[in-house]
């Protein structure tokens, strides 16, 4: 049986999203700069809702409620195992051209987290949902990438 998860894990409240933004610093390397790219805002306002000083736009709130559940998916199909995660995160995937590469191919999880955002993240969650239980049967191929 796995160990139960922190309450924070499955919660949507502004404290559990701190708590988030902070397990993803330390097991995922998604610092305040990192995070920040993904979410799309300069870091320090995120800096100050982190520090419990400022609201987290609702957009921007929005996208970490998505980068979380990713990070839940990945996290599933590592075995739970962050450091697995996070390796798969920082691995690059050579550029094939093959319809069935990640959308991350030609780079790394990370980067096209940080570059790519809400739109990169859903992707991602995609891809990863389909490699664990097969590709959702109404995704088309062009939404993919």
Known sequence: MSPPVPDFFVQTND???RSQA????????????ALADVLGCSPEPLARWR????????PH???L????SLVRH????CGF?????????DSRVPDSGSPLAPPWQGGS???HLRDGGARAIEQSRRFIIGLRFGPAPTAAPEDQR
């Open 15 to 17: 404290d559990a999203r």
């Open 22 to 33: 902070q397990w993803l610093s330390e097991h995922m390397g998604l610092d305040g700069v």
């Open 51 to 58: 520090d419990g000083l400022a609201t987290l736009a609702e």
């Open 61 to 63: 709130r929005n996208i």
């Open 65 to 68: 409620d998505s980068l979380w």
């Open 74 to 77: 990945l996290l599933s199909f």
């Open 81 to 89: 195992d962050s450091r697995r995660a996070r390796t798969m995160l």
């Open 109 to 111: 999880l990370r980067r």
